[in-house]
């Protein structure tokens, strides 16, 4: 398998597959189900337990089996935000068929000059993110004026290509609410591996709302932000690296993460 050498460099990648050892927690590293370019393909089947994808790290994001709805891993704890606004802890014996997760341990922390809204929150981000070529996770704990949220509802097969099935996305906005969003920055050269820029998931602190960020307004808030420099990623059957060179699915996803 050919691996990218900018991406390589990095983020130290490496793969495995299911039952292969390498899910244990080491600081500064992810662990990762699949590709996001798999996911955008229709591969909503995976074979990753969320107690597998657990030992991997205490927080993070992505989706269920079949695409069904937006997962949220805080403290070790993982949520499930369906389309009809509920929210339900995830059993350990469920499957993702793509995650991320980070043993979170905050390089830097400081207090959010708010108010902020989304863009401007992006902006400062970007300015005070750590140094190195590798990716960014982050936490942000406060009370939001408004977050802008979607979920996916579950699919059945045959799966149809995730440009087709965020036209059924369905999208929240709470307003006034506590809670946490946790997420990554992956540099340009993770394109296809993961999603290039800011991917971020909110859970509220009564853990009655979440989703997946389309936008927010931050009134107060504290953050930390890790520095990860490597990345383990664990390949369904059927799932590879993208091909050096080949299609990208940035302008897709670019549609599909705005608002």
Known sequence: MAFDPALTAALHLHTSHHGEPGLERH???????????????????????????????????????????????VDGEAWQASVDGSVRRVAGDERTPFAVVVPFRPDAS????????????????????????????????GVFDRIHARSVPRQTPPYRPLTEVAGEQVEFTFTDVAGTIVGFRFPQVADEVELVGHHLHF???????????????????????????????????????PRLGGPSHADALHRIESE
């Open 27 to 73: 600081a500064h590293r992810a662990v990762q189900a699949s590709t996001v370019a798999a996911l955008m393909d229709g591969a909503y089947e995976g074979d990753l337990t969320i107690a597998e994808l657990l030992a991997g790290g205490d927080q993070g994001l992505g989706t269920l089996n079949g695409l069904d709805g937006e997962l949220v891993v």
């Open 110 to 141: 400081a207090l959010l000059p708010g108010p902020l809204g989304h863009a401007a929150l992006i902006d400062w981000l970007e300015a005070h993110r750590p140094g190195g070529l590798g990716c960014d996770a982050l936490r942000i704990d």
């Open 203 to 241: 859970l509220s602190a009564d853990r009655t709302c979440a989703g997946h960020v389309l936008g927010c307004d931050v009134r107060s808030g504290t953050i930390g932000i890790e520095r990860v420099d490597e990345l383990h990623l664990e390949l369904p059957p059927g799932v590879e690296l």
